[in-house]
């Protein structure tokens, strides 16, 4: 039942579990989705990227004879190897050695399956990422202003005095551990572990990985060389750069496990068509 179904009782002041209630708006969905679209390219492209040198440094210069604090290749014994700092993880099959579509053994740091283009082309794999950069970048920025505007961020996004209390927070974690998610209309407002969740993506994450890569552009140096003080230099910057958007795929992945013990269903189809049924109170 909706609760804007025309039907002959009193109107109830507040919807309860089991309704359906408007969640997202139009301009929300799009975004989301287009970001969906938009991060999965620039991923995957990124990821060509890197193949062309999968070694990340500190400082302002790096080169293979320099260490690096984090390498993916493979040995003089074929297998592949995953390092951090002097931690060596063998990923023979899956990272630094693995067999392509043709069935071709590649020393490669990703395999072609994750990666735009599938082959080996680093010129390509730059301008796709270059041009959905500048999608993305448009895309959050109109986002933010809006936000602003609409008072979304401070409404929807900026945790309560209460919430930010240490029982509050605590107790929030025991219900994710446990399951129990919020019910009724308790569940179309976010807790302020999304919250925390949202705000480290959108003030965090996000402007760290836009900056990064302003600050590896070799056009943008001249004219925003402070980005190069900021960062510590370029190498640094690539390295931010990576671990930014390592921290953007967790927390995609952590959002996805989430939509599912949620229920996809009901998830899914509320950033489809706006449209939310609240979870039924416990009886």
Excluded: C
């Excluded at 020393?107 to 082959?119: D, E, K, L, V, Y």
């Excluded at 029982?167 to 925390?196: C, M």
């Amino acid at each position: 039942m909706s609760i804007t179904d025309p039907i002959d009782m009193p109107m109830k002041t507040e919807p309860v579990g089991g309704d359906i209630v408007d969640r997202h708006r139009l301009s929300t969905r799009l975004w989301h989705w287009t970001n969906v679209v938009t991060l999965v390219i620039m991923l995957m492209s990124g990821l060509m990227i890197f193949n062309a040198h999968p070694r990340l440094y500190w400082g302002a210069y790096g080169a293979n004879p320099d260490y690096a604090w984090l390498q993916i290749g493979a040995t003089q014994a074929n297998t592949g190897f995953l390092r951090v700092s002097n931690v060596t993880v063998e990923t023979t099959g899956i990272l630094g050695r693995w067999t392509d579509g043709s069935g071709q053994i590649r020393n490669r740091a990703f395999p072609w399956w994750a990666t735009i283009p599938q082959g080996y082309n680093l010129a390509l794999a730059r301008r796709w990422h270059l041009t959905f950069a500048w999608v993305f970048a448009v895309g959050i920025a109109v986002y933010l202003i809006r936000s602003l505007v609409n008072r979304h961020l401070q409404r929807d996004l900026l945790p309560t005095t209460e919430e930010v209390k240490p029982s509050h927070i605590w107790t929030d974690i025991k219900h994710h551990a446990t399951l129990n998610f919020p019910k009724g209309e308790a569940a179309r407002r976010y807790n302020v572990l999304q919250k925390f969740a949202y705000l480290s993506v959108l003030i965090v994450l996000i402007p760290g990985m836009i900056l990064t890569g302003f600050t590896m552009s070799p056009g943008l140096n001249a004219s925003m060389s402070w980005l190069l003080d900021l960062f510590g230099g370029r190498q640094s910057a690539r390295s931010l750069h990576f671990i930014f958007a390592t921290g953007i795929v967790l927390f995609i992945l952590v959002h996805l496990l989430m939509v599912v013990l949620a229920g996809p269903i009901n998830e899914i189809r509320s950033m489809i068509t706006g449209r939310y049924r609240l979870p039924k109170e416990n009886s």
